[in-house]
């Protein structure tokens, strides 16, 4: 099948689930965590079901699907969000509605998205991959239908990081206070040179300690996903 494949077109990407070891990237559904050790790529719903289904009204919300997207990338994951058309082919209005609110997100932020990879400076993210991989062990399959999505629907304050080349991307995501500290970024992992607000022309205020980074966030009103985006150059 693989031969066939590659017959057709040579440049073709295969998933794992042509078995065999053979797939050039490993495929996970309704999960945000993979134990592949190569490329992997998340597959996962806006509501409930892969198909149109006008019973199942639980969307997630821009802010939720683009948390997902940042979780996946930043584990070294590409992101399939999958949309189901209604019968006559056309996408529901609440599938359009997340894809423009998320499309205007990665206007401004988009390149600590495409491109990057995991960054290797985060000492605690070694730790947190060991224990999503324990809870992927659950599951060896990694396959899920319909509504058993097991892709968390909680919003937390937290932070997680990219790379593109010497730079260093940190994404504050759902901020609660003012201020952030990020122990990851002390001068021993990384000493900045400087730290930009994508989309910002404000300068940012920040101060790199022994222990961490003393990041003041912006003052935005209600902005629609409230995830920002740091650009961070070492010296």
């Known amino acids: 099948m693989k031969d066939l494949i590659h017959s057709i077109q040579p440049d073709c990407i295969i998933n794992?689930?042509?078995g065999n070891g053979l797939g050039d990237y490993a495929v996970v559904e309704q999960s945000l965590v993979s134990t592949a050790r190569k490329n992997w790529e998340a597959c996962i719903t806006m509501s409930e079901n892969w198909?149109?289904?006008?019973?199942?009204?639980?969307?997630?919300?821009?802010?939720?699907?683009?948390?997902?997207?940042?979780e996946v990338v930043s584990k070294g994951g590409n992101l399939l969000l999958n949309v189901g058309p209604?019968?006559?082919?056309?996408?529901?209005?609440?599938?359009?509605?997340?894809?423009?609110?998320?499309?205007?997100?990665?206007?401004?932020?988009g390149?600590?998205?495409?491109?990057?990879?995991?960054?290797?400076?985060?000492?605690?993210?070694?730790?947190?991959?060991?224990?999503?991989?324990?809870?992927?062990?659950?599951d060896k399959v990694g396959m899920k239908d319909?509504?058993?999505?097991?892709?968390?629907?909680?919003?937390?304050?937290?932070?997680r990081f990219t790379q593109k080349g010497k730079s260093v991307y940190l994404f504050v995501r759902s901020p609660s206070t003012a201020t952030i500290d990020i122990p990851e970024l002390?001068?021993?992992?990384?000493?900045i040179k400087s730290l930009t607000?994508?989309?910002?022309?404000?300068k940012v205020k920040w101060t790199q300690v022994k222990d961490g980074l003393k990041l003041s966030l912006p003052t935005v009103n209600a902005p629609?996903?409230?995830?920002?985006?740091?650009?961070?150059?070492?010296?």
């Open 224 to 235: 629609e996903i409230p995830i920002y985006v740091y650009k961070i150059e070492a010296k």
């Open 146 to 159: 319909a509504v058993n999505d097991a892709t968390s629907k909680e919003i937390v304050s937290d932070y």
């Open 186 to 191: 002390a001068k021993s992992s990384l000493n």
């Open 16 to 18: 794992s689930r042509i």
């Open 51 to 70: 198909g149109y289904n006008r019973h199942d009204t639980k969307w997630k919300s821009p802010e939720l699907l683009v948390r997902n997207l940042i």
């Open 111 to 138: 390149e600590a998205i495409y491109g990057t990879t995991v960054w290797g400076g985060a000492k605690e993210a070694a730790k947190a991959i060991q224990t999503d991989k324990k809870i992927a062990e659950k």
């Open 86 to 109: 209604k019968g006559d082919g056309t996408w529901p209005v609440e599938s359009q509605e997340n894809l423009h609110t998320i499309g205007s997100w990665m206007k401004t932020n």
């Open 197 to 202: 607000l994508l989309g910002s022309s404000s």
